[in-house]
T-cell receptor, first 112, second 112 residues
């Protein structure tokens, strides 16, 4: 079993839809949780990071962490065609330069 | 603008040849990383370095070598010992958590 599980998709939604992207994990020591967005043939870019449980909002994006269920989510409101990309979840055990474990990424397509 | 520069963007090499991928950053980050990305497997850590003249093996270091002679530079050599070198290679740098990585735009290596 992988430490981080993520459905690779692809996930296709109409423009304006609310998108829910999810990851589950098995390592209860993970404390830092991140979401990256990766466009085709580009490097990933950090979208959001959260520490421990709770929600964090940034514009149309909301990151949610439920440590009791070992489950994290990224919600995208009013999705746009420019949101079409692969979204990778990532997590690490502690601060400093701890190793980051990535999910395989979910490919999202927002159809105009 | 600060960032990470990877070069070249595309690289073709014959089987049995060593090849070096360049990674330079002007973010003044202490830590640098090399990842390999393959379809369906996500990001896998090859090597990482937290300070100059020191580096550690990641999960898939066999067939690769690195050096860290300057804070700004972390080149990766793909040697002939690497059994399946064709992949998308990503370099990243970071400051201590909770902040995530900053990635370069990647080098796509094809060995024929």
């Amino acid at each position: 079993q992988k430490e981080v599980e993520q459905d690779p998709g692809p996930l296709s939604v109409p423009e304006g839809a609310i998108v829910s992207l999810n990851c589950t994990y098995s390592n209860s020591a993970f404390q830092y949780f991140m979401w990256y967005r990766q466009y085709s043939r580009k490097g990933p870019e950090l979208l959001m990071y959260t520490y421990s449980s709770g929600n964090k909002e940034d514009g149309r994006f909301t990151a949610q962490v439920d440590k009791s269920s070992k489950y994290i989510s990224l919600f995208i409101r009013d999705s746009q065609p420019s949101d079409s990309a692969t979204y990778l979840c990532a997590m690490s055990e502690a601060g400093g330069y701890q190793k980051v474990t990535f999910g395989i990424g979910t490919k999202l397509q927002v159809i105009p | 603008d600060g960032g990470i520069t990877q070069s070249p963007k595309y690289l073709f090499r014959k089987e049995g040849q060593n090849v070096t991928l360049s990674c330079e950053q002007n973010l003044n980050h202490d830590a640098m990383y090399w990842y390999r990305q393959d379809p369906g497997q996500g990001l896998r850590l090859i090597y990482y370095s937290q300070i100059v003249n020191d580096f550690q093996k990641g999960d898939i270091a066999e067939g690769y070598s690195v050096s860290r002679e300057k804070k700004e530079s972390f080149p990766l050599t793909v040697t002939s010992a690497q059994k399946n070198p064709t992949a998308f290679y990503l370099c990243a740098s970071s400051i201590p958590a909770p902040y995530g990585y900053t990635f370069g735009s990647g080098t796509r290596l094809t060995v024929v």
